[in-house]
């Protein structure tokens, strides 16, 4: 995963790799964010004029699904259930907890960027809240300690 500004060439191949795909908008946006942790902006013009849509409409589509990033997330990504039910076993002070230990917020990337901090509303744990995920693992009854332990090993 490439941290550094993003090559047009680069860009573009990855654009017309999936151009004869249905529907080939999230594709490409997966791909991107595969390829340099994120979407880069350099790559928003070159997606909009090769699907003949407006700059307005991307945006649209990449702050609607929240796992597209603007920029990369640190190696490891704690992503914690805000919904309602979780909330009622104690997500916010999980969160604060978390948050706090960190000193992030919402979305944000340790300084050396070992770890980012996202919300997400629901991860199907709901009788075994508060929910969280760590790099992809779910953990049920989440305690902060346990989160903050696996992100430092």
Request: proline content about 6%.
């Amino acid at each position: 995963m490439t941290t550094t500004a993003a090559p047009p060439t680069e860009i573009d191949a990855i654009i017309s790799a999936h151009l004869h795909l249905e529907g080939p908008l999230l594709p490409i946006l997966h791909a991107l964010q595969e390829v340099f942790g994120c979407v880069p902006s350099e790559a928003h013009g070159p997606i909009a004029d090769a699907l003949n849509i407006t700059r307005a409409e991307l945006h649209g589509v990449i702050s609607f699904y929240h796992d597209f990033r603007d920029k990369p997330a640190g190696v490891h990504v704690v992503k914690i259930c805000r919904a309602e039910a979780c909330q009622a076993v104690g997500a916010n002070a999980l969160s604060e907890a978390v948050l706090g230990n960190l000193g992030l917020d919402w979305h944000g990337t340790t300084a050396d960027g070992r770890v980012t901090v996202e919300p997400v509303y629901c991860l199907g744990l709901c009788a075994c809240g508060p929910a969280a995920m760590v790099d992809g693992a779910l953990k049920g009854r989440a305690k902060a300690e346990a989160l903050l332990a696996e992100v430092s090993a």
